[in-house]
Structure formats: structure tokens, C-alpha cells
């Protein structure tokens, strides 16, 4: 079955600020090129069929993507001021539909593309073990599947920002995403709280990274140290 990349880079970046005060954080370059471009080059050795990016922050900015790459498409997301990222995965809900899928936060350094050429049977979330506790983004794993996506824990699996759902999944999630942003109190959510809530019927596993696979960017001195260490 086709594989399809969904790239979300719709967000404001405010904790990068003043940098992404005229430039959004994904396009931000580390080591000498924007990160977005980074989970491309990677997505495309797999090589998956079409990626499509998620704008909404300086959209515009983005454009010269879809030229470059062939393959890359831009879906705009009209809600991004005003809703969190539920309403990225919202925008690209007919692409669940195409078959195998990765997401991906687009404002993520990929450091080594092999991770994109693993053999994937089973949706997963892509997590590095973190050993004591982490108040980030966790998953409780029973060695089989991922039975809790929240915030905060002990000995467990951190999000790493890469995930893939078989399509039977994909279809699922996009089901449990329309019904949820129609509803008004969940203007708020992250899109992983949907999977959360809907674990009894997605079946999600964890594949492994190790620490300077990917790495997630969030501040300007953390931008400035990873260049320093090229």
C-alpha cells in the first residue's frame, strides 16, 4: 500500500521568538538547512508516494517547497490561530484516507535519515526511553502497545515528534478527529489527546529512537548550541 507523509507546520513558534517573528520555526536552519527540509529529504528516500505540509503561520513562506521537491503538496490550515494542532491533523483528514501515514511536527532536526527506512507493520509512535521522570510528553507502554499518550511520567517512552499509522488506523484516527473538532471544547487539544482517548480502538506500538536521531528545538540557545556542535 502507498506510504504519505503529513508534515505539520502551521504553528506560530512563540517560544523561538524573536527568530520566528518573520521566519516560522520549521524553516528555521540547522546546520546550514531549514528542518523542514530535513523530514523531507528523509521521507522521500523511503520513499513515500506524496507529502503534504499543513501551513498557516506565514504560509507563503513555505511555497518554494512544492517547487523544489515533486512530490510535496501544501494544504493550508485556516483554523491555526484559533484552535491547537487538532486542527492540523483536521486540515490533511482526507489524506488518512490515501493509505500508510506518517505525522510528523515539522519543527524537528533529523539527524539520521535511517529512521524513515525502517520496516513498519504496526502504527507507532516514534519515542526515546528517558530513565526517571518526565514532565514532557510520555507514553505508558505494556511491551505490547501504547495504553496511555499524555503529559508526565516515570521510566517510560518520550514523544519524539514522528508518528505512522497503517491505514486501517489513519482511517480510524480521521473518524475520531472530525468528531471531535465539531465539538467546541476541543478547540484546545492537542490532536495526541484524540488518539488518547481512542487507544481501545487504534492499535499503537513504540518504535525506539535513541538520543540525537531527531531532535525537537525549542528555544533559541537550544538552536544555538546544536549549530555550535557543527
Same mark, same amino acid.
Given at each position: 500500500?502507498?506510504?504519505?507523509? $503529513?508534515? +505539520?507546520?502551521?504553528?506560530?513558534?512563540?517560544?523561538?521568538?524573536?527568530?520566528?517573528?518573520?521566519?516560522?520555526?520549521? #524553516?528555521?536552519?540547522?546546520?546550514?538547512?531549514? +528542518?523542514?527540509?530535513?523530514?523531507?529529504?528523509? =521521507? !522521500?528516500?523511503?520513499?513515500? *508516494?506524496?507529502?503534504?505540509?499543513?501551513?498557516?503561520?506565514?504560509?507563503?513562506? %513555505?511555497?518554494? #517547497?512544492?517547487?523544489?521537491?515533486?512530490?510535496?503538496?501544501?494544504?493550508?490550515?485556516?483554523?491555526?490561530?484559533?484552535?491547537?494542532?487538532?486542527?492540523?491533523?483536521?486540515?490533511? *483528514?482526507?489524506?488518512?484516507?490515501?493509505?500508510?501515514?506518517? $505525522?510528523?511536527?515539522?519543527?524537528?532536526?533529523?539527524?539520521?535519515?535511517?529512521? %524513515? =527506512?525502517?520496516? /513498519?507493520?504496526?502504527?507507532?509512535?516514534?519515542? !526515546? +526511553?528517558?530513565?526517571?521522570?518526565?514532565?514532557?510528553?510520555?507514553?505508558?507502554?505494556?511491551?505490547? !502497545?501504547?495504553?496511555?499518550?499524555?503529559?508526565?511520567?516515570?521510566?517510560?517512552?518520550? +514523544?519524539?515528534?514522528?508518528?505512522?499509522?497503517?491505514?486501517?488506523?489513519?482511517?480510524?484516527?480521521?473518524?475520531?478527529?472530525?468528531?471531535? %473538532?465539531?465539538?467546541?471544547?476541543?478547540?484546545?487539544?492537542?490532536?495526541?489527546?484524540?488518539?488518547?482517548?481512542?487507544?481501545?480502538? /487504534?492499535? /499503537?506500538?513504540?518504535?525506539?529512537?535513541?538520543?540525537?536521531?531527531?531532535?525537537?528545538?525549542?528555544?533559541?540557545?537550544?538552536?544555538?548550541?546544536?549549530?555550535?556542535? %557543527?
Amino acid at each position: 500500500m502507498n506510504e504519505y507523509g $503529513i508534515l +505539520m507546520a502551521a504553528g506560530m513558534g512563540i517560544r523561538m521568538r524573536p527568530l520566528t517573528e518573520k521566519i516560522p520555526k520549521p #524553516l528555521i536552519r540547522v546546520h546550514g538547512k531549514p +528542518m523542514i527540509e530535513t523530514l523531507i529529504e528523509g =521521507l !522521500r528516500k523511503r520513499p513515500v *508516494k506524496e507529502i503534504y505540509i499543513v501551513t498557516g503561520y506565514l504560509a507563503e513562506q %513555505f511555497e518554494y #517547497l512544492s517547487n523544489q521537491y515533486p512530490n510535496v503538496h501544501l494544504l493550508h490550515n485556516p483554523y491555526y490561530r484559533e484552535k491547537n494542532n487538532i486542527s492540523s491533523i483536521y486540515a490533511a *483528514k482526507e489524506i488518512l484516507e490515501k493509505g500508510n501515514c506518517f $505525522i510528523c511536527e515539522s519543527d524537528l532536526y533529523l539527524a539520521d535519515e535511517s529512521l %524513515f =527506512l525502517r520496516e /513498519l507493520d504496526q502504527s507507532c509512535y516514534f519515542g !526515546r +526511553m528517558y530513565q526517571g521522570y518526565s514532565n514532557d510528553w510520555v507514553f505508558d507502554y505494556d511491551g505490547e !502497545r501504547i495504553t496511555r499518550v499524555g503529559i508526565g511520567g516515570k521510566d517510560c517512552y518520550n +514523544m519524539v515528534g514522528i508518528s505512522y499509522f497503517t491505514n486501517r488506523d489513519a482511517i480510524l484516527l480521521k473518524e475520531a478527529i472530525e468528531s471531535a %473538532f465539531l465539538n467546541p471544547q476541543y478547540d484546545n487539544v492537542f490532536w495526541d489527546e484524540v488518539v488518547d482517548q481512542n487507544l481501545n480502538k /487504534l492499535s /499503537l506500538t513504540i518504535e525506539p529512537v535513541i538520543s540525537g536521531q531527531v531532535v525537537e528545538i525549542d528555544t533559541v540557545e537550544e538552536l544555538n548550541r546544536i549549530n555550535e556542535s %557543527f
